[in-house]
């Protein structure tokens, strides 16, 4: 089915998934129409999204003529935004750091910056999750996890929220990413002088398989930003679905074991990144009874193939007890998301301890007039104000 819709008006962004549905109604594939009038093609359906991401003919790159200098330098020579055998070198390379096992090490440390965090919101009558949780823990762990020294971060949300939104065409965007580098450049050069016991340090000492300074700093460039915009938004995402299901937020706190299962079901059915699944034919491809054509773009809305009713039942509804594993937020195949433990822990860890320790938090502010971000990349809260009463 080939449709011609357009997603960027204001009642799409505020709430996506009436026009989500319609078009999963009319066919698991669509013809769309960007707000910068470049066409391509739109999955909305679960069976076609694992088709897509599942079939190694589709590329990830992305044309970069024409764009600035520092900017082609980082988008070319992305782990994203590669295809193999470029991909799977660069893939080999930081997977290692990113194993549950890895990961689960990190468990004592993020439950203390949590902690550390959660004790901010004590006594206070009114606060923003985002700012006072959400952001900063991911923030400071992938900080650490990368060895980026603590007194240098304040300028990173600032860079991170101008490249996540992902307009390679603007002014802003390619500065954001030429000042990164520039910082990430003397920072290599401070950490090769004095080798550290840290991500960077590692990637830096690697011999053989080395990456080359773009691809350096694009790596840098790539799990800062992945490794704290999305989870900030799961941390998000989950408060703001907790409070719209009452009964299923009295569940968790009866039953904390539910937590783990509660984080999956907030990434099927609010899933931090919206449709950051970019792929390019390189051949036709059927996708149910439309023929795409080589050279074509091709995304897929995450949001929408995660409430896909034949493969979810009651798709719209947040039942943390559903727990069968089949959503794609962090992706399917080859690129599948390396940070999906890091994430999945951080989640399950802010969202536990939380709870626990606040277990009457409510939303100072009715769900309806919460903004969302802008942007078709993310779903997540620009501020999420909530009040708490108990004393930890
Ligand atoms: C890839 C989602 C957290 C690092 C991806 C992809 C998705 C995704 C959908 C695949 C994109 C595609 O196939 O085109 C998410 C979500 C997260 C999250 C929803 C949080 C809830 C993280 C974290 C890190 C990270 C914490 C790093 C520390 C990456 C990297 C890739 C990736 C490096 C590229 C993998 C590749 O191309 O081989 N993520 N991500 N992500 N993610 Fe995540």
């Known amino acids: 089915m080939v449709a011609v819709v357009a997603l960027f008006s204001d009642e799409y962004q505020a709430d996506p998934h009436p026009a989500l549905a319609g078009l999963r109604r009319s066919g698991p594939v669509h013809r769309v129409v960007s707000a910068a009038d470049v066409p391509f093609w739109l999955v909305t359906r679960w069976t076609e999204a694992r088709q897509v991401l599942a079939d190694p003919s589709l590329s990830k790159r992305q044309p970069v003529d024409g764009l600035p200098q520092e900017l082609q330098a980082v988008l070319s020579t992305q782990l994203l935004l ?22 689960e090490d990190l468990r004592p440390r993020i439950e203390q910056i949590t902690d550390r965090l959660l004790d901010g919101l004590s006594g206070a009558p009114e606060v923003d999750l985002i700012d006072a949780l959400a952001f900063p823990l991911p923030f400071e762990v992938i900080c650490e996890l990368l060895g980026i020294p603590a007194a240098e971060r304040g300028s990173f949300r600032g860079w991170s929220n101008t490249i996540i939104l992902g307009d390679f065409g603007s002014a802003d965007l390619a500065e954001a990413v030429r000042e990164l580098s520039q910082y990430l450049r003397g920072l290599f050069a401070r950490k090769r002088a004095q080798p550290t016991d840290d991500l960077l340090g590692a990637l830096l000492a690697v011999d053989g398989d080395r990456l080359d300074e773009d691809e350096l700093i694009s790596m840098a460039v790539l799990l800062l930003v992945a490794g704290h915009e999305t989870t900030v938004n799961l941390i998000g995402n989950a408060v703001y679905l907790l409070e719209r299901w009452p009964e299923q937020k009295r569940r968790l706190l009866d039953d904390p074991g539910l937590v783990p299962a509660a984080i999956e079901e907030v990434l099927r059915m609010a899933g931090p990144s919206a449709m950051s699944t970019y792929r390019v034919t390189t051949r036709p491809i059927t996708l149910g009874d439309t ?4 050279g074509e773009q091709v995304l897929i809305s995450l949001l929408s193939v995660n409430r896909d009713d034949e493969r979810f039942a009651d798709p719209d509804t947040f039942d943390p007890s559903r727990d069968d594993g089949g959503h794609l937020s962090f992706g399917h195949g080859s690129h599948f998301c390396l940070g999906a433990p890091l994430a999945r822990l951080e989640g399950q860890i802010a969202i536990g301890r939380l709870l626990a320790r606040y277990p009457d938090i409510r939303l100072a502010t009715p769900w309806q007039e919460l903004r969302w971000r802008p942007g078709l990349l993310m779903h997540g809260l620009t501020a999420l104000p909530v009040r708490v009463t108990s004393r930890p």
């Open 291 to 294: 023929t795409i054509p080589a």
């Open 82 to 103: 590669r295809d193999p055998p470029d991909h799977t070198r660069l893939r080999r390379l930081v997977s290692g750091a990113f194993t549950p096992r890895r990961i």
